[in-house]
């Protein structure tokens, strides 16, 4: 059995810039939900701004065609409810244009 997941959070994690939707087109939905993780991850450290890596996260997830409602619980942290905020506020930003 192959870890999608953990291969997708590895190359978010050394993405400098995220992958168009066209591109991750033929990798499984772990593998996108991993990718979007690390890349956050790598985003976050590197700006030093979670909330931000969380909205750009709603955006991939959007984009990936993938569920907010998985993905949003990643963000959720008992101390500090904000990133959560900016990813449902990322994933539904292109409902509302």
Known sequence: ?????????????????AKPAEALSK?????????ILGYAHHLAESS???????????LLCRAYG?????????FSDSANTLPRKFFSVGYNQTLQR
Do not use: W
């Not at 993938?66 to 990643?74: D, N, P």
């Open 1 to 17: 059995m192959q870890n999608h997941f953990g291969k997708g959070l590895m190359a978010g994690l050394r993405a400098d810039n």
């Open 27 to 35: 990798f499984c939905s772990d593998y996108k939900r991993g990718f």
């Open 48 to 58: 030093g701004d979670e909330n931000q890596a969380a909205f750009k996260a709603g």
């Open 66 to 74: 993938l569920s907010g409602e998985l993905m949003e619980e990643f």
